[in-house]
């Protein structure tokens, strides 16, 4: 069952990034797109079963970007 908690993309702006984890404590066995915006959590989400699945239902038109070596260890990556 696909599970999301998101508000509508509409507002979607250049200081949101949406952080990439791989099975986090509270979706262990699930890939989890947390949304930031100006570097504070909104509490808005998105869960995928794989992270194939998880980038499909991210919106549309975002960049990647490479986790880095000092993000925590289950993050994957980022999408701005």
């Given at each position: 069952?696909?599970?999301?908690?998101?508000?509508r993309?509409?507002?979607?702006?250049?200081?949101?990034?949406?952080?990439?984890y791989?099975?986090?404590?509270?979706?262990?066995?699930?890939?989890?797109?947390?949304?930031?915006r100006?570097y504070?959590a909104t509490?808005?989400?998105i869960?995928?079963?794989?992270?194939v699945d998880?980038r499909a239902?991210?919106?549309p038109?975002l960049?990647?970007?490479?986790r880095?070596?000092?993000?925590?260890?289950m993050?994957r990556?980022?999408w701005i």
């Amino acid at each position: 069952m696909e599970q999301k908690n998101s508000r509508r993309h509409d507002d979607d702006d250049d200081m949101s990034i949406w952080v990439v984890y791989e099975a986090p404590p509270d979706f262990p066995e699930q890939y989890v797109a947390r949304r930031c915006r100006s570097y504070v959590a909104t509490g808005e989400y998105i869960v995928g079963d794989t992270l194939v699945d998880l980038r499909a239902k991210l919106p549309p038109g975002l960049i990647r970007l490479e986790r880095s070596v000092h993000d925590d260890p289950m993050v994957r990556e980022s999408w701005i």
